[in-house]
């Protein structure tokens, strides 16, 4: 149970496997029993998530007081893409965020663009499948309001977050689906703890989709893909830690 009474997968997660969630991803991939719990812990939770939260149920807010001294950055933090490095050099002054896909208008948005747009500000818990957490502030435009200025076409049901990073020759990449792509709370943060957004928390710009785990989280966001299905995409499993380690799609509260 969370603070709000509501039956969340990292209490599953934390009750069932105490130390165990310390270690890093890479060895949570490796323990077949761990990816065991976590499948077995979703398949619980999942649908009594869409049975007792209402859709549109906020994920808890914090007060200032409550920040974290220290947010850990973590996965990738300073992708080495050429083109990546170059916009960084410039303060990302050239870059922009396309969204193309299932869209009526294909979108580039430069940093200015977003920051124009209505913000939203929110103070909410990150929550690492590795077994950490961190309280941060997040700023900018909800993804909603973006993806009414590209309109969506009838056939769209995922967006998908392709980021600048890869483990390896593997993009990272995450995906969410339409619900939680208009949630209130998923924004586009440019922002974070009244700062820039700093590379290693995945500038400039990340999404945050509050009622979801700490990995679909996507760093360094460089383009919406709008799609009808996740099917095709990597692995097909939607996310870069789906595709590689079995790692739920949907990790909502
Ligand atoms: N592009 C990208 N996004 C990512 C990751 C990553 O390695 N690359 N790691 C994920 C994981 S597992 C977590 S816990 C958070 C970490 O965010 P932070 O560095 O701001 O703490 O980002 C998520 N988003
Ligand atoms: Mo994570």
Sequence with gaps: ???EGRFTRRGVLAAGTGGLLVSACDRLNDSPAVRGLLEKADALHMPAQRLIAPQGALAREFTESQMSPVFRANGNTAPDDPAYRRHAGSGFAQWA???????RHPLALPLAALRAMPQRSQITRHDCVEGWSAIGKWQGPQLGAVLALAGLLPGARYAVFHCADRFGTAPYYESIDLIDA???????AWRMND????I?????????????LGYKQAKFVMRIELTSTLAGLYGGKGGYWEDRSGYQWYAGI
């Design 195 to 198: 700062r820039p957004l700093p």
């Design 1 to 3: 149970m969370n603070e």
């Design 182 to 188: 208009f949630h209130p709370q998923t924004i586009l």
């Design 200 to 212: 290693a928390h995945g500038a400039p710009l990340r999404l945050r989709a509050e009622k979801q």
């Design 97 to 103: 965020l396309r969204v193309d896909g299932l869209v």
